[in-house]
């Protein structure tokens, strides 16, 4: 691991000089980047084994061979360093989340912001759906930074993979803070530090504001518009429709009176009532008596009898 390891800092150094140097052409540079992706796969190789990975992140790795080159925007190398960030979290998750640098964390909002490479930002959802939950701390930066913002912004983008994963891990932090703040008593300090923590988060607070429940409501009407591509995805469904739900105590104030809000909420609720749709649903586990009948709730509050448009 420590020959691997210094091969890659050599290959680097050299594809920083003539990344700066004004000599090199970008396909000169290029062919650089591809040699240092290569060193990275032989260097994953080695990851599978826990004595390598611990090995690795004693030596700083890290901090010597993952942080200072996420900045470099050729995927192939890009690629290797996620690949290999996210073999760390799945081999050593205790120790990797215990070291890992917190900069690494908005690098990769940097990239599912920034990278155009629908595969990247896979890739990174992947790994945050990894370091966020169960982790007020991680959760806690991401928010100061960015808020959340970044995230429905590309899932407006919609391709499916992509905006699965992202609503899935959404969902998943959304009823962490929820349990958090419904859990009534603290049984020791360190629990109510925690809980005093998810409350400065803010994260329920911020479901209830107008920006981001009218940024979440144009992914809702591109999701179930009419030629929306997800209209046939049977996986997608499950998870835009608990984020609708969950969303229903703390938007409905925002959405109150608004007519293509009803109509949108009466399009799901249709939807859901289908008989392929609603079979579908119950394969994968959704009650959806329980999903009618809070749709239908969620009509009635932002029903109005005077309308006004958004």
């Known amino acids: 691991m420590a020959n691997a390891m210094e091969g890659?800092?050599?290959?680097?150094?050299?594809?920083q000089k003539m990344a700066q140097d004004g000599v090199h052409t970008q396909e000169e540079t290029e062919k650089q980047y591809v040699k240092m992706a290569?060193?990275?796969e032989e260097m994953l190789d080695y990851m599978y084994s826990a004595n390598n990975a611990y090995s690795f992140l004693q030596a700083k790795g890290l901090e010597t061979i993952i942080v200072p080159n996420m900045h470099?925007?050729?995927?192939?190398?890009?690629?290797?360093?996620l690949q290999l960030l996210k073999a760390l979290f799945d081999i050593a998750p205790t120790t990797t989340g215990t070291v890992i640098p917190d900069i690494i964390l908005d690098k990769l909002v940097?990239?599912?912001?920034?990278?155009d490479d629908i595969d990247i930002k896979i890739h990174v959802i992947e790994l945050l759906s990894v370091w966020l939950p169960g982790n007020p701390q991680a959760q806690t930066r991401v928010m100061k930074m960015r808020g959340l913002l970044p995230f429905y912004k590309q899932l407006a983008k919609l391709d499916p993979t992509l905006t699965k994963l992202t609503l899935e891990l959404f969902n998943k932090i959304v009823n962490e803070h929820i349990a958090a703040r419904n859990k009534k008593l603290q049984r020791n300090i360190a629990d109510y530090k925690t809980f005093q923590m998810y409350q400065q988060i803010g994260l329920i607070e911020r479901l209830s504001t107008p920006l981001l429940c009218n940024g979440l409501l144009k992914i809702f009407e591109a999701v179930f518009?009419?030629?929306?591509?997800y209209k046939d995805n049977k996986d997608m469904l499950p998870p835009v429709l608990n984020l609708l739900l969950v969303i229903k105590p703390h938007c409905?104030?925002?959405y109150n009176g608004r007519f293509k809000v009803e109509t949108l909420i009466n399009q799901v609720l249709?939807?859901?009532?289908?008989?392929?749709?609603?079979e579908d649903l119950e394969k994968q586990m959704v009650n959806v008596t329980e999903v009618i009948e809070s749709l239908t709730e969620f009509v009635e509050l932002v029903k109005l009898t005077e309308h006004t448009e958004l």
């Open 110 to 115: 940097d990239m599912y912001e920034q990278d």
């Open 8 to 15: 890659f800092l050599a290959a680097a150094e050299l594809g």
């Open 252 to 254: 409905s104030r925002v």
């Open 38 to 40: 290569q060193l990275l």
């Open 225 to 229: 518009s009419a030629d929306s591509p």
């Open 72 to 81: 470099i925007t050729f995927s192939q190398l890009r690629t290797s360093l």
């Open 270 to 278: 249709e939807k859901v009532q289908e008989p392929s749709t609603r």
